[in-house]
């Protein structure tokens, strides 16, 4: 088991026999390391003046506002517009475009073209007839922008099956990223590494904070503790290869008690569950037994489910006791963390014909999206709401990712990641290559030959 103290590597030396073991990082064979590009998640205001949570990126010349949301079962980036079709998921047009994200408005863009005639993108899981490409500049924010990037316009997704989980404009996140791979070819980052945290999303202005999504590398100052590395997997439907296994989830009654929602049978297995942090929900979890028991245990039922932002989430009954204490989730790997009710309890929340979110506080909705039995086999999965407490970092080119306990923080410290998870310190910019990009992008750097050694050794007696 490798852990990450305080955003730095550190192995664990097996007991009693003694091991001295120090990893060393090396800087990579470039003298400078490209920073990361960090994107906010926050309510960013779209180009019509409402609000949609997301990645904030903005598009065009001049350029229109946009929220994202990375997808990792996808990878092109995919932008939605001019026209709207919210498949009946809300009732007006006002309505729709704040559901995308916002709308492009091609026509206003000074800056839009096509891609060259040998261009192919990379493939998707529905048809290419179903949407058709282009290209335009795309604002990463510091001065650091892509021009003439190519993106997906949505033409004909009413099979695509997205539904409510996923209606927003997408970043693609899987493995033939364009923006990854864009990004790396301007010289923005070094690695096919990400950070993600979610930041807080509850009802309150105090339980809101902004998020952030990083490119080549991560957010040092939003981890807390030590992190816990584990290597990517391969098991099957599990698009972003981050595989979790869950040794307990317990329930942190106000009174300071503590109920498991595992069968108590002795030997019970431990629960696998899959990383899609685009996802609205802490978890999706198997009806039978895990949400049963929770039901059981705080004395209420499921009344409904939410058709809103936190779309198939469980609504509680009203009428009947509603949970006010936090749900702690516990890993194989020795990681323990805990969602605040603040984060878990929210009023039922949704788009209304204007375009505004709206909230119902008669209908709560506890961001558990409970799996039928009839979904059989159907893996469990951590979504976003579960980066309200926990940070993750990814690299598939050293196929590993990293989970830390989550700091809700406004403090940045970006660390820049190459591809076998080296990190390096700031000290210089770097040029970037030119290819229409800004002329250099924030830089990490190492003197020549010098070793980036971020030591920590574990000593076993």
Not at 315 to 344: A, C, V
Not at 348 to 358: H, K, M, P, Q, V
Request: aromatic share 8%.
């Amino acid at each position: 088991m490798t852990a990450m103290g305080g955003g730095r590597p550190l192995l664990f030396a097996p007991w009693p026999v003694l091991l001295v073991m120090c990893l060393a990082l090396t800087a990579v064979a470039q003298e400078c390391v490209p920073g990361p590009v960090a994107l906010p998640i926050i309510n960013a205001t779209l180009s019509t003046g409402k609000h949609r949570r997301g990645v904030a990126m903005k598009v065009g010349d001049p350029e229109q506002a946009f929220a994202f949301l990375p997808n990792w079962e996808t990878n092109n980036t995919f932008l939605y517009g001019p026209a709207c079709d919210a498949l009946n998921l809300v009732k007006s047009n006002d309505a729709c475009v704040s559901l995308r994200g916002g709308i492009y408005e091609p026509d206003k863009s000074r800056s839009k073209g096509t891609p060259a005639f040998s261009y192919r993108p990379p493939p998707e899981r529905w048809s290419s007839n179903t949407y058709d490409m282009f290209t335009d500049n795309l604002d990463l924010g510091k001065n650091m922008s892509i021009k003439g990037f190519p993106m997906a316009d949505p033409k004909d997704y009413r099979n695509w099956d997205l539904q409510g989980y996923d209606a927003q404009n997408i970043i693609g996140m899987g493995p033939g990223s364009t923006l990854v791979e864009a990004s790396r070819k301007d010289g923005h980052i070094a690695s096919d590494a990400f950070g993600f945290y979610w930041g807080l999303d509850g009802a309150g202005d105090e339980d809101q904070t902004g998020g952030s999504f990083v490119l080549g590398g991560y957010d040092e100052a939003k981890t807390s503790g030590d992190g816990r590395t584990q290597p990517l997997s391969d098991t099957q439907g599990c698009a972003s290869r981050m595989t979790v296994s869950i040794q307990d989830i317990v329930l942190n009654f106000a009174n300071g008690t503590e109920f498991s929602i595992f069968p108590k049978a002795s030997g019970s297995t431990h629960l696998s569950a899959c990383i899609l942090p685009e996802r609205p929900t802490v978890m999706s979890m198997p009806r039978t037994p895990y949400f049963q028991n929770l039901l059981d245990a705080i004395g209420n039922e499921e009344w409904g489910r939410s058709l809103g932002v936190d779309y198939e989430n469980v609504i509680l009954n009203p009428k009947m006791p509603i949970f006010t204490g936090n749900l702690t989730f516990r890993l194989d790997n020795g990681l323990g963390i805990e969602i605040p009710n603040r984060q878990l309890i929210v009023p039922e929340r949704y788009i209304n014909d204007t375009g505004d979110l709206a909230v119902n506080s008669s209908r709560p909705v506890l961001r558990i999206n409970s799996l039928p039995d009839t979904a059989g086999i159907a893996l469990p999965i951590l979504g976003r709401y579960f980066f309200t407490s926990a940070y993750l970092m990814s690299n598939r080119d050293a196929d590993q990712f990293t989970l830390w306990q989550a700091n809700a923080t406004t403090v940045e410290n970006l660390i820049p990641v190459a591809e076998r998870n080296e990190v390096s310190v700031a000290t210089q910019s770097c040029a970037t290559n030119g290819g229409g990009a800004s002329n250099a992008t924030t830089g990490f750097s190492l003197s020549r030959g010098q070793m980036a050694f971020v030591g920590i050794c574990a000593v076993g007696l």
